[in-house]
């Protein structure tokens, strides 16, 4: 999109967003998934891909390793033979399926197919995606879909057993602090090692998480280090949340919704995030089984009545509560 000015001078360097600057080029710059990036590989040296369908996270490198392909087959021509569309597009499935086909039918420069990638597919409803059903079809003589989603399950079986699919997981932590090191280190930026563990808790697996927090935390002036990190991100330190779920579980409610109310109020984290924190970490905590299992339990409740609308706060009170009764 905007690799014009990657070659910048400094300033226009400083300014560009680095999600942008570091997408990856090709394969071999995609960092994790090792499995997937070898199959992969092997279709695009046999110059025959399938259809694909690319599953999980955001901030994985999904989109990623799709242009990657795309730079890969076509070279310098990858823009003219790679259309990139996004199927929660509100103008709707007709719109879409308009440009495929017109991508689909205008000239080919010499390529024996051109690649169409679907972004957020599971968007569409089933009706829909028995329309696109229909397209793959028509078109596959000369197009291969990549389809991208978060999850693989609200996909037709039709569809899914017309794809080679491909689960991306969560970047290991060792794979964020790799590629937060070596941007860090292309832009000069320095950091000490906890800002480095801070950057690869607070993204959880996700890359473009990292990437955006360390340029916001560069931004900062000195050294990118835990407190920065923690603050910009809007994280608790694993240690403030193990405190206050030690402290329910003790009895000490009132000590314990204090320090929620520091989370929420003071430091403006999300209801939703503290559970989520809450539970990445449970098993951390070093509660007995019995503990353990009533917090999940709690949790989970909590979780659905967030994600169902209800008052994040007053959920996060009442687990707090419930956990300090027994
Ligand atoms: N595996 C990876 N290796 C290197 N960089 C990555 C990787 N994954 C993500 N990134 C970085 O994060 C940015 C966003 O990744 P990408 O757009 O591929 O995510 P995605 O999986 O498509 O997410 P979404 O589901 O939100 O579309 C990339 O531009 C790149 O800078
Ligand atoms: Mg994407």
Avoid at 18 to 23: A, D, N, Q, T, V
Avoid at 90 to 118: E, W
Avoid at 130 to 152: D, K, P
Avoid at 297 to 308: K, M, P, Q, V
Wanted: charge should be negative; proline fraction near 2%.
């Amino acid at each position: 999109m905007s690799e014009a000015d990657a070659t910048g001078d400094g300033t226009g360097g400083r300014k560009q967003v680095w999600i942008e600057k570091y997408r990856p080029d090709g394969l071999d710059e995609v960092v994790g998934h090792e499995d997937i990036i070898g199959r992969i590989r092997s279709y695009v040296e046999q110059d025959d891909i399938p259809h694909l369908m690319f599953a999980g996270p955001a901030g994985v490198g999904k989109t990623a390793t799709s242009v990657s392909i795309a730079k890969e087959i076509y070279g310098d021509d990858w823009r003219e033979n790679f259309l990139e569309l996004n199927a929660s597009d509100q103008r709707g499935i007709d719109v879409v399926r308009d440009r495929i086909k017109n991508f689909a039918r205008s000239s080919f420069g010499g390529y024996d197919y051109r690649i169409i990638f679907l972004d957020e597919a599971d968007a569409l409803t089933s009706d829909a995606q028995s329309a696109l059903r229909r397209t793959m079809e028509q078109f596959s003589n000369n197009t291969r879909f990549i389809l991208s989603c978060n999850y693989s399950s609200k996909i037709i079986d039709p569809i899914q057993s017309r794809c080679a699919v491909f689960r991306f997981s969560p970047l290991s932590d060792e794979a964020v602090a790799e590629q937060v090191r070596y941007i860090a280190g292309e832009e000069g930026i320095e950091y000490t090692e906890d800002g480095v563990d801070a950057l690869v808790y607070a993204a959880d697996g996700d890359m473009r998480k990292a990437i955006n927090a360390l340029q916001a935390a560069s931004v900062m002036g000195d050294a990118v280090d835990e407190e920065t990190v923690y603050a910009i991100t809007s994280t608790a330190r694993p240690e403030e949340v193990e405190a206050m779920v030690t402290d329910a579980l003790d009895g000490d409610f009132v000590a314990a919704r204090a320090k929620l109310d520091e989370l929420i109020t003071e430091r403006g984290l999300a209801g939703g995030d503290i559970i989520d924190q809450i539970h990445r970490s449970a098993w951390e905590f070093e509660l007995d089984e019995q503990a353990a299992v009533r917090l999940l339990d709690r949790l989970g409740e909590a979780d659905y009545r967030i994600t169902t609308g209800a008052n994040e706060r007053v959920q996060l009170e009442a687990l707090l509560a419930s956990l300090a009764l027994e």
